[in-house]
């Protein structure tokens, strides 16, 4: 039974992600004021009748997130019925995260944080959201990890390096959230040939608006981000030299970190189109579950 509820909670992990890129999908093609300021109604329909696009799309952005409160609570009770604390706490905070998703989507189209909006109200909720979506994810790895791990450290290693790693993960993501919605309210036009840093001068002077300034500042965090996640992983690694699966696992954070960098960077080249926008956001997902993984790996055999 736990390795069959590892299995639905890995394809739950998998279920989320792509909730995720729809969110961004939804920012990105200006549909977040489709069903207007009505929650959890679209424009005060249960079911919206002849929809135009954007309704179509915000509002079945809403039922597939809907749909994730549906398992969550069909993940708790699973947990509960099989007796395991551990389990049922990272159940019950999945389902949390999943309530708290649901409350800042509803403060951002009450409040008309969305379309449009360039508000500093709407980039501080923005980074707020992906931090509880982070959280989310975590919550529902761990789920799925502790039903059935996939590999357990052959030894204790001191993880405090690792913890502020991810501290910086998180940091970083909530800039590159921040940075994506001025992507995408002040787009740009491709920068291939060398004038990059003319660019970035131009977004730093004093009359553009904040968040065109503020974007300059992601790719310094994520590179630094990169750099130290690297030298912590590649650590960590080093002290396993007779543990294969553990090295096995170490690989994929060091793997994903370098191609990461590689589309930011071509992200950044390309004037951030919404389809790199979302594959920029799915590599950033996979990496953040990639390095929980790791801390937990390293957790288990403190238990």
């Known amino acids: 039974m736990r390795h069959t509820f590892s299995r639905l909670a890995w394809w739950f992990v998998a279920y989320l992600i792509a909730v995720i890129l729809f969110g961004a999908w939804v920012r990105i093609a200006g549909a977040g004021a489709g069903c207007g300021n009505h929650w959890p109604l679209c424009d005060g329909e249960v079911l919206p009748t002849a929809p135009q696009t954007k309704k179509l799309i915000e509002f079945t952005h809403r039922v597939t997130s809907g749909l994730c409160g549906v398992f969550g609570l069909a993940f708790v009770y699973a947990a509960w019925r099989m007796r395991d604390r551990v389990l049922l706490r990272a159940a019950l905070a999945t389902l949390l995260f999943v309530l708290l998703e649901g409350f800042i989507g509803a403060v951002l189209v009450k409040k008309e944080l969305v379309a449009n909006d360039a508000s500093m109200s709407r980039a501080v909720v923005i980074g707020l959201h992906l931090v509880n979506t982070m959280l989310l994810v975590a919550a529902a790895t761990l789920m799925a990890w502790r039903a059935a ?155």
């Open 149 to 303: 791990p996939f590999v357990v450290a052959s030894k204790i290693v001191s993880r405090g390096l690792l913890a502020a790693a991810i501290g910086v993960l998180v940091v970083t993501n909530m800039a590159g959230a921040v940075t994506a919605l001025g992507d995408t309210l002040f787009p740009i036009q491709p920068m291939l040939d060398g004038a990059l840093f003319g660019r970035v001068r131009d977004d730093l002077t004093s009359g553009e608006h904040f968040l065109v300034r503020l974007r300059v500042i992601h790719p310094f965090v994520a590179f630094f981000a990169a750099a130290f996640l690297s030298g912590v992983i590649a650590s960590i690694k080093r002290q396993f030299p007779g543990d294969p699966a553990m090295r096995t696992l170490l690989r994929w954070p060091l793997l994903l970190v370098g191609l990461q960098v590689i589309i930011g960077f071509s992200n950044i080249a390309l004037a951030a189109p919404g389809w790199m926008q979302i594959v920029h956001l799915l590599m950033a997902q996979v990496l953040w579950v990639s390095v929980y993984c790791a801390w937990l790996a390293t957790e288990e055999i403190g238990n």
